[in-house]
Protein backbone atom coordinates (compact mmCIF):
# COMPACT_ATOMS: atom_id res chain seq x y z
CA UNK A 1 0.00 0.00 0.00
CA UNK A 2 1.32 3.59 -0.85
CA UNK A 3 1.38 6.72 1.46
CA UNK A 4 0.91 10.26 0.49
CA UNK A 5 1.84 13.29 2.54
CA UNK A 6 -1.43 15.79 1.68
CA UNK A 7 -1.26 19.65 3.10
CA UNK A 8 -4.56 21.15 3.01
CA UNK A 9 -5.87 24.47 4.64
CA UNK A 10 -7.42 24.89 8.40
CA UNK A 11 -10.95 25.72 7.06
CA UNK A 12 -11.24 22.65 4.91
CA UNK A 13 -9.15 20.28 7.91
CA UNK A 14 -11.98 21.90 10.16
CA UNK A 15 -14.21 20.67 7.93
CA UNK A 16 -13.24 17.02 7.43
CA UNK A 17 -12.56 17.05 11.28
CA UNK A 18 -16.40 17.84 11.98
CA UNK A 19 -17.24 15.26 8.53
CA UNK A 20 -15.08 12.70 9.99
CA UNK A 21 -16.95 12.81 13.78
CA UNK A 22 -20.53 13.05 12.27
CA UNK A 23 -19.99 9.91 9.54
CA UNK A 24 -17.76 8.09 12.99
CA UNK A 25 -15.18 7.02 10.20
CA UNK A 26 -11.36 7.81 10.74
CA UNK A 27 -9.82 10.93 8.48
CA UNK A 28 -8.23 7.88 6.23
CA UNK A 29 -11.01 6.48 5.14
CA UNK A 30 -12.97 9.30 4.37
CA UNK A 31 -10.03 10.78 2.07
CA UNK A 32 -9.89 7.27 0.62
CA UNK A 33 -13.75 7.19 -0.06
CA UNK A 34 -13.70 10.88 -1.57
CA UNK A 35 -10.92 9.75 -3.74
CA UNK A 36 -12.65 6.62 -5.27
CA UNK A 37 -15.86 8.78 -5.93
CA UNK A 38 -14.07 11.83 -7.49
CA UNK A 39 -11.87 8.94 -9.79
CA UNK A 40 -14.94 7.41 -10.59
CA UNK A 41 -16.80 10.62 -11.45
CA UNK A 42 -13.50 11.67 -13.56
CA UNK A 43 -13.90 8.37 -15.01
CA UNK A 44 -18.09 9.21 -16.15
CA UNK A 45 -17.53 12.54 -17.35
CA UNK A 46 -14.27 11.03 -19.81
CA UNK A 47 -16.90 8.37 -20.95
CA UNK A 48 -19.73 10.92 -21.52
CA UNK A 49 -17.06 13.39 -23.45
CA UNK A 50 -16.03 10.49 -25.78
CA UNK A 51 -19.66 8.93 -26.05
CA UNK A 52 -20.74 12.85 -27.48
CA UNK A 53 -18.28 12.32 -29.85
CA UNK A 54 -18.73 9.14 -31.02
CA UNK A 55 -22.14 10.55 -30.87
CA UNK A 56 -21.42 13.62 -33.40
CA UNK A 57 -19.41 11.32 -35.49
CA UNK A 58 -22.69 8.91 -36.19
CA UNK A 59 -25.10 12.19 -36.76
CA UNK A 60 -21.92 13.42 -39.82
CA UNK A 61 -21.93 10.20 -41.41
CA UNK A 62 -24.34 10.30 -44.44
CA UNK A 63 -24.81 7.02 -44.77
CA UNK A 64 -25.67 6.59 -40.68
CA UNK A 65 -27.81 9.37 -41.23
CA UNK A 66 -30.31 7.80 -43.74
CA UNK A 67 -30.60 4.72 -42.01
CA UNK A 68 -31.37 6.87 -38.69
CA UNK A 69 -34.06 8.36 -40.97
CA UNK A 70 -35.39 4.95 -41.71
CA UNK A 71 -35.72 4.17 -38.43
CA UNK A 72 -37.09 7.19 -36.76
CA UNK A 73 -39.36 7.05 -40.03
CA UNK A 74 -40.94 3.53 -38.54
CA UNK A 75 -44.21 3.30 -36.70
CA UNK A 76 -43.69 0.94 -33.47
CA UNK A 77 -46.67 -1.39 -35.64
CA UNK A 78 -44.00 -2.17 -38.08
CA UNK A 79 -41.12 -2.99 -35.81
CA UNK A 80 -43.12 -5.40 -33.88
CA UNK A 81 -44.31 -6.91 -37.30
CA UNK A 82 -40.40 -7.43 -38.18
CA UNK A 83 -39.79 -8.54 -34.78
CA UNK A 84 -42.36 -11.29 -35.19
CA UNK A 85 -41.41 -12.27 -38.75
CA UNK A 86 -37.74 -12.49 -36.95
CA UNK A 87 -39.03 -15.04 -34.52
CA UNK A 88 -41.12 -17.21 -36.78
CA UNK A 89 -37.38 -17.67 -38.80
Same mark, same amino acid.
Given at each position: MKSILLKIDDELFEDLEESVKELKISKTGFI??? @?? $???? +?? *?????KKELKKEIELIKADKETQAEMKI #? $???S @?? %?? +? *? #?? $? %??? %?C
Open positions: KKS @LE $EAIK +AY *KLNQL #F $EEA @LV %DL +A *K #FL $E %DEN %D
